[in-house]
């Protein structure tokens, strides 16, 4: 094909703003966002995090008053995340039900539950002495299957405490069939199952791990997917589908826009992903530093996210886009 030189014009499309917005092959609205929060028991005032400027570790009140900001704004939900005063070997904190993320959520249910989306990080590392995602075996690494029974307990007590959607995040085989079960045992067989499909052993959690007071030492790379397995994803995925799972996700986010637009090509239910504190970080720093312009920034990473696939994205800037998707267009 022979082409006459300035007869296509890609630019042709590029001319107006108004022309712009018309060619978009994607859109953010505030549905779509889903905003994570914690809250951490025994506080007595919210407390700011050094490695996330603007996001807070909430005491009760604050947590429902930022839930509401959220809600009011129209985002698609909440994802709880809670922090207990007295952590132990198991996390009994995680699955009794006057454990701060239990309260929590029921707190959010009984006040938002018709207006929004609540949802219920399931992971035992914020409720261990130890930090890891599941509980010890002698030899001190993470013992997958008596990790399991206690996410099945975990899963049945957000449950109950009124959570909608269950984020299984700490990626031990297995546990979404055994939340499955153990969910529709008690009688909660509408409770939603949210796979933290394909999730990396990231450098991208460092600022989550002081939102979270985490006593890890170590790592997590005997769980948590090697960042270099693209494929091993999509062998996540097939097993997260067997098993039940209702929604899957890839996480972080940016660093694996390829592993994200190939699990939406692939998945038969909705793909979320989770733009990491590490992901915050890294944009409300350079732009404190003057070296981006952080609003732009923080458009273009999300709409990244749309572009490879993503049907919802987790993250830390929810409520305060949602309020400029709102406001007075330029
Ligand atoms: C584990 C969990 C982590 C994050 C969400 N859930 C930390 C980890 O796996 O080490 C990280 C989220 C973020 O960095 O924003 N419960």
Redesign the pocket.
């Not at 991208?204 to 791990?209: E, L, V």
């Given at each position: 094909m022979s082409l006459v030189p300035g007869t296509v014009r890609p630019r042709r499309l590029r001319t107006t703003p108004a022309l712009r917005r018309l060619v978009s092959e994607v859109r953010l609205h505030p549905a779509e966002l889903i905003l994570?929060m914690f809250v951490k028991e025994g506080l007595n005032e919210p407390v700011t995090l050094g490695g996330m400027p603007g996001v807070m570790q909430h005491t009760l009140e604050s947590l429902l008053e930022a839930a509401r900001e959220a809600v009011d704004a129209g985002v698609g939900g909440l994802m709880l995340?809670g922090i207990p005063e007295h952590k132990d070997e198991i996390g009994s904190q995680a699955d009794a039900p006057d454990g701060i993320l239990n309260r929590a959520l029921g707190l959010l249910a009984e006040h938002l539950g018709e207006d929004t989306v609540v949802m219920a990080?399931l992971?035992l590392?914020?409720f261990t002495s130890h930090g890891h995602?599941g509980v010890l075996d002698s030899a001190g690494g993470v013992d997958n299957d008596a990790t399991l029974s206690r996410y099945a307990a975990m899963a049945v007590a957000q449950a109950r405490a009124g959570a909608q959607v269950l984020?299984l995040?700490?990626m031990m085989d297995g546990q979404v069939a055994v939340c499955r079960e153990a969910l529709d045992e008690a009688g909660f067989s509408d409770t939603v199952i949210m796979g933290?499909t394909a999730?990396y052993a990231?450098a991208?959690?460092?600022?989550?791990?002081e939102?979270?007071d985490?006593e890890?030492q170590g790592d997590?790379k005997t769980y948590?997917q090697d960042p270099a397995n693209g494929r091993e994803a999509m062998r996540e995925l097939s097993l997260d589908l067997a098993e039940g799972a209702d929604v899957v996700m890839v996480?972080?986010g940016l660093p694996y826009l390829d592993v994200l637009a190939e699990v939406a090509r692939e998945s038969l239910v909705p793909v979320w992903t989770?733009q990491?504190?590490?992901e915050?970080a890294m944009i409300e720093f350079a732009a404190a530093a003057g070296a981006i312009d952080r609003e732009r920034a923080i458009e273009e990473s999300l709409i990244a996210f749309k572009r490879a696939g993503a049907d919802a994205i987790l993250t830390?800037w929810a409520t305060e886009v949602a309020q400029g998707l709102n406001g007075p267009k330029p």
């Open positions: 994570p995340f990080d992971c590392d914020e995602c984020g995040s700490g933290y999730k990231s991208f959690y460092g600022p989550f791990r939102a979270v985490s890890l997590r948590q996480k972080p989770y990491v504190s590490g915050y830390y």
